[in-house]
């Protein structure tokens, strides 16, 4: 699924809202250990983003990169900006820039996630967020998860993810190496508990 399908959905799926947890025995590395954030889930595909999974890039070299700012602009800029955390968000369109926010913050071109979080993938929200004028709770991805139609239930259905009801905090704490056994944590579970075969009754 890709953002203009995000765009152009009108329902919610059922995991629209919810962390998918990668069980032991994920096939794929990239998403080894991750904890996904599903922005939108339906019958043609999923989309969501890493969450537990550290970016190089800073947001000041980012604001370079995009001519935003010069390297004087750069030096003066305001904590609040040269710390804005930006994540991994996934293996698509990993050059892209995502924002997940608060929803304190809308622009024409924000899409609702859940009650309380959206989404912006324009310029507007990265000036606003350098001037000290976005959202309250926000983090920068570059890139995304996606998954074709039946793709994730089929991965579900072979043990590859486990999922709950995404929790805000854990998507904003800048705490990441933990970030995993926390979302486990909501399902009642640690790590040591999972099996990497799936069982069946």
Not at 19 to 36: C, E, K
Not at 40 to 55: D, E, T
Not at 87 to 111: A, K, M, Q, T, W
């Amino acid at each position: 699924m890709s953002l203009s399908a995000l765009k152009d959905k009108r329902e919610r799926g059922f995991l629209d809202g919810h962390f998918l947890i990668a069980m032991p025995g994920m096939f794929d590395s990239n998403f080894s250990r991750t904890v996904v954030y599903v922005c939108a889930h339906s019958a043609a595909g999923a989309m969501g983003f890493v969450i537990n999974r550290p970016q190089a890039l800073t947001f000041t070299e980012v604001l370079l990169h995009l001519n935003m700012i010069d390297q004087t602009d750069a030096i003066m800029l305001p904590p609040h900006a040269r710390d804005f955390p930006i994540r991994n968000g996934g293996p698509v369109e990993s050059g892209r820039g995502f924002v997940l926010h608060s929803d304190d913050y809308l622009s024409e071109s924000s899409i609702p996630v859940s009650d309380d979080i959206s989404l912006t993938a324009t310029l507007d929200i990265v000036r606003a967020i350098s001037s000290g004028s976005g959202p309250r709770r926000a983090t920068m991805m570059l890139g995304y998860a996606g998954w074709g139609a039946g793709q994730l239930e089929r991965e579900i259905g072979n043990n590859g993810w486990l999922n709950c009801p995404a929790s805000e905090e854990l998507i904003f704490d800048d705490s990441l190496d933990d970030k995993y056994e926390r979302a486990l944590a909501l399902l009642g579970v640690t790590p040591a508990m999972l099996s990497s075969d799936a069982g069946h009754a």
